[in-house]
Each structure stands twice: as C-alpha cells, then as structure tokens.
C-alpha cells in the first residue's frame, strides 16, 4: 500500500521478479524475489507499515546503506530505502493500521504494534528473526494450499495468537537489540543523498567526480568510499545505472506522440549513441530501440 514506488535494476541481465500475497483482513503478508540486484524506494500511505526481513541467507542487501542478513528485522512507517545484490527473497508484512484496530480492537498486542510504528529502523535477534519467518513463510506460501475459507480462518488464528505479538515486540524493543547505524555510515550515507539530489538535477550536463566532491563536501578517496559502503558501487557506476533505468522507464510509458530514442537518452545526459546503446544492452539485454518498439 505505497503512494510512490521506483526500482532500478543494478545488475546486467534480464530482470526477473516474482510474489505471492496473501491478503489477510488489515495485514498484506508477501513473498517477493529476483534474479538480479536492484534498488527500491518508496513512500508509504499514512497509516500503513511495513516489517520485513531477509528469507534467504543468501540474500545480500542494505536497509538505508546499513548491510543486513538473517537476523535483522526491518520496520518502517514512512519511506523504504532498499538495495540488494544478485538473487534475492524477501518476506514482508504490511500493516493498516486502522483496519487492525478495528479487527482486533481488545488485543493490546494490536495497540502496541500501531503505537510503534514511525522512522525506519533495524533490529537485530537471531532466535526472533527466526521465528518470525518461519510464520511469515507459511502464511506466505503452505496457508495457500488448504481452501480458501479454511485457510483464512488458521490463518487469522496465527496472527491472532502468534504473528501480531511477534510484530509488537520488534517495534516495541522486546527481547531484541536495536541495529542502529553508526555515525560513519550515517554521514555516507546523508553524502549520497546529496549526490543523488544533485545527479537528478543535473542530468542534463555531465557530472564529474570532483563535482559530487563538492556537493557532498567528501575528499574524492572518502567520497568513492561512501558510495562503496552505501551501495556497492563507484559514485560514477551507481549514477550511470539510474540514468539507464531512467532511459528504459521513459521508453517503457505509452506515448501519445512519436518519440526518438536519442531524445531520452540525451535528456538523460547520454552524449555518445554508441556507447549508450552498447551499455544499454549490456545492462538489459536488448537495444533500446528494441524496448521502445514493445511498450
């Protein structure tokens, strides 16, 4: 239930996603993987949350440039700022919070979840983690193979009985410890923001590395290294992905009138055809003329 939501793919190749939802009175439980690395950011409904976690140990990816794994739990009640890197599987619950107080108005469990719910955080308890998934994983998947009104019945039960007391205490602080990110990690990755603000701004002309140096007030060593930590990729690598997701993105959408392959990629600050159309198949597998002819 997000107002806004944008993926980049990071990695070459076709990208491949999948989901399975399960549609629970105020709750949304999801399954979601991917073949590829990709980045995700959204912004969230008032009143909506989301809690979610890692479902495979191979799983690698960053909640808000902090690296997590198995045992973290995230939470958020405004925006979500996600990357990964190769295949990944998610597991999520996203919460209504009026529609959970009005369908279990007398359990304090319920209330304790609603009060919680504000700034993105992390936490961190490996036997917790554990147990959370291993409900999220069935109500994900095994409740789908009984009927449809014998499998929302057990399910409500579970999240009655175990799933919401479990949410409560990852957003109430019990029995977990709070992975809070660190000062370092903090200011690389308030420096990215500021060079992501300033690329979206700019991307009309060309962007150098000293001039993200400035904007962000990082050394060029420090500023590289920010963007390594926070997101796995060189400042100039990172920012070449965006504005080829923003390419195929434009050349996606319907259009009303006839639009030119050139045109989008030099309003999004690719100067030289060929070594645009040579990156932009690398990075998708096709041609962008190619994705222009099937939206």
């Given at each position: 239930m997000p107002e806004s939501v944008t993926w980049t793919q990071m990695e070459p190749g076709s990208f491949e996603a999948d989901r399975r939802i399960v549609r629970l009175d105020a709750m949304r439980i999801g399954w979601y993987g991917s073949n590829l690395g990709f980045k995700l950011e959204a912004s969230l409904r008032p009143g909506t949350s989301v809690i979610g976690m890692l479902a495979s140990h191979s799983t690698c990816a960053r909640w808000f440039g902090?690296?997590?794994?198995?045992?973290?739990?995230?939470?958020t009640?405004?925006?979500?700022?996600?990357?990964?890197?190769?295949?990944?599987?998610?597991?999520?619950?996203?919460?209504?919070?009026r529609g959970l107080a009005r369908d279990f108005p007398n359990s304090p469990d319920a209330r304790t979840l609603i009060e919680n719910v504000g700034d993105a955080c992390l936490e961190r308890n490996d036997l917790f983690a554990k147990r959370l998934r291993d409900y999220l994983r069935w109500l994900s998947r095994d409740s789908t193979r009984s009927s449809g009104f014998l499998r929302l019945v057990r399910a409500r039960e579970t999240a009655e009985r175990a799933l919401i007391p479990l949410l409560a205490d990852a957003l109430g602080g019990?029995?977990?410890?709070?992975?809070?990110?660190?000062?370092?990690?903090?200011?690389?990755?308030?420096?990215?923001?500021?060079?992501?603000t300033y690329m979206?701004?700019?991307?009309d002309k060309t962007v150098t590395l000293l001039d993200l140096s400035e904007t962000s007030g990082l050394r060029l060593r420090s500023l590289i290294n920010a963007f390594q930590a926070v997101t796995g990729f060189s400042p100039m690598a990172y920012f070449k992905r965006e504005r080829l997701n923003g390419v195929r993105q434009t050349l996606q959408r319907p259009h009303q009138a006839r639009i030119r392959v050139i045109d989008v990629a030099t309003a999004w600050g690719f100067w030289h055809m060929g070594h645009f159309t040579a990156d932009y198949r690398e990075m998708f597998g096709e041609s962008p003329s190619e994705t222009l002819r099937t939206s």
């Open positions: 902090a690296s997590v794994d198995e045992g973290h739990v995230a939470a009640g405004g925006a979500i700022r996600l990357s990964t890197a190769g295949p990944s599987e998610f597991l999520s619950v996203t919460i209504d919070a019990h029995n977990v410890t709070t992975a809070t990110r660190t000062p370092s990690l903090s200011r690389r990755v308030a420096a990215v923001r500021v060079c992501e979206r701004e700019h991307l």
